[in-house]
T-cell receptor, first 114, second 113 residues
């Protein structure tokens, strides 16, 4: 069963516009959520995260929103830049900062066109 | 500082051979994780360690897969009697104490022919 789902395999936006990447989850035990960015031939790079006790976390051009009742989170990138073109993975953890597996979605390929 | 390193970056092996994949985590990171990633999918959890103790190996697909981290630093993932279905990208990640964020290495691309 796919506990974390990213339903859009790809997204294309114009430079300067907003990119919105979506993620849904089914496991109500998840209490921490992360977004990773991945360039070709590299490992995933941590981007931004949010605890389940919050509904928004912002870091520069990146904002993550969490809607617990809908089991949905989204990543907003404003303004989008060509260098943001990459695969974005949503991931979730059941908690325990002493170590906890991450469950990943399938990824969304973002293309930002100049 | 240095990130997570993995070796080899690419490994081609014949079916039935054993392979050992190595991960060198970021210095000071207590937790070390192994994931497997198929093409077009996200990483899938295999196992993880806190220090030298293997805390969770529920993601290992069968008993041909094993992992160790004897001194709480470098870890080795071993696949015995490889099969074609074992072909994938194997990723290692580490995290600092009391942190959720995991930092990934570049991965080892394993191809079983």
């Amino acid at each position: 069963d796919q506990q974390v789902k990213q339903n859009s395999p790809s997204l294309s936006v114009q430079e300067g516009r907003i990119s919105i990447l979506n993620c849904d989850y089914t496991n109500s035990m998840f209490d921490y959520f992360l977004w990773y960015k991945k360039y070709p031939a590299e490992g995933p790079t941590f981007l931004i995260s949010i605890s389940s006790i919050k509904d928004k976390n912002e870091d520069g051009r990146f904002t993550v929103f969490l809607n617990k009742s809908a089991k949905h989170l989204s990543l907003h990138i404003v303004p989008s830049q060509p260098g943001d073109s990459a695969v974005y993975f949503c991931a979730a953890s059941e908690g325990g900062t002493s170590g906890s597996r991450l469950t990943f979605g399938e990824g969304t390929q973002l293309t930002v066109n100049p | 500082g240095a990130g997570v390193s993995q070796s080899p970056r690419y490994k081609v092996t014949k079916r039935g051979q054993d392979v050992a994949l190595r991960c060198d985590p970021i210095s000071g990171h207590v937790s070390l994780y192994w994931y497997r990633q198929a093409l077009g999918q996200g990483p899938e959890f295999l196992t993880y360690f806190n220090y030298e103790a293997q805390q969770d190996k529920s993601g290992l697909p069968n008993d041909r897969f094993s992992a160790e981290r004897p001194e709480g630093s470098i870890s080795t993932l071993t696949i015995q009697r490889t099969e074609q279905r074992d072909s994938a990208m194997y990723r290692c990640a580490s995290s600092p104490p009391n942190m959720y964020e995991q930092y990934f290495g570049p991965g080892t691309r394993l191809t079983v022919t």
